[in-house]
């Protein structure tokens, strides 16, 4: 099964700035999900995008997918220190499987 | 409230012994599944079940062992076999066919003595 690629690995920025993060993909897909992990606990699901669908948006979060290049980013505007964290993309193709990126580690300093 | 509990938050092994891991929801989910994630690394698939008393072998399967026997339970059981079992174990599941938003326990992170 295929899995996501970020980038970038590793990510620091300042409180109040934004934040892009992206996921890289080789086959296509049904849909695409974002998860946020704080350390040494389970992910949460943020978002997700249909394959037919170019931009959705959710509070201060931005996605959007496009399905020529294959690739998705994650925006998070405004950031605070709370969205510390890791982020991953989860690629939903046909069948039963949900594969997960290796994530961006995001550090938001106050 | 409702959601997925996973125990014990930290189990030890030692060398030939069998563990087993615990997964419970009360979402009346229909999936479950298990992942593996290692320092860094993104998430792996151990094992899932669509329904009761069926379940499938995802990609790293060797050395792990599970069973549904009802819908709210599906215990991992880390046999001898697997010689690399230090990693931080996630249960998860959905109540959709298309698999569209997994909820996640909040993970049990398994060290060898």
């Known amino acids: 099964s295929q899995q996501g690629e970020e980038d970038p690995q590793a990510l620091s920025i300042q409180e109040g700035e934004n934040a892009t993060m992206n996921c890289s993909y080789k086959?296509?897909?049904?849909?695409l999900q974002w998860y946020r992990q704080n350390s040494g606990r389970g992910l949460v699901h943020l978002i997700l995008i249909r394959s037919n669908e170019r931009e959705k948006h959710s509070g201060r979060l931005r996605v959007t997918l496009d399905t020529s290049k294959k690739s998705s980013s994650l925006l998070i505007t405004a950031s605070r220190a709370a969205d510390t964290a890791s982020y991953f993309c989860a690629l939903g193709s046909s069948g039963s499987r949900l594969t997960f990126g290796e994530g961006t580690q995001l550090t938001v300093n106050p | 409230d409702g959601g997925i509990t996973q125990s014990p938050k930290y189990l030890f092994r030692k060398e030939g012994q069998n563990v087993t891991l615990s997964c419970e929801q009360n979402l009346n989910h229909d999936a479950m599944y298990w992942y593996r994630q290692d320092p860094g690394q993104g998430l792996r698939l151990i094992y899932y079940?669509?329904?009761?008393?069926?379940?499938q072998k995802g990609d790293i399967a060797e050395g792990y062992s599970v069973s549904r026997e009802k819908k709210e339970s599906f215990p991992l059981t880390v046999t001898s076999a697997q010689k690399n079992p230090t990693a931080f174990y996630l249960c998860a599941s959905t109540s959709d066919g298309r698999k569209e938003k997994l909820f996640f326990g909040s993970g049990t992170q398994l060290s060898v003595l």
């Open positions: 086959t296509s897909i049904n849909n």
């Open positions: 079940s669509q329904i009761v008393n069926d379940f």
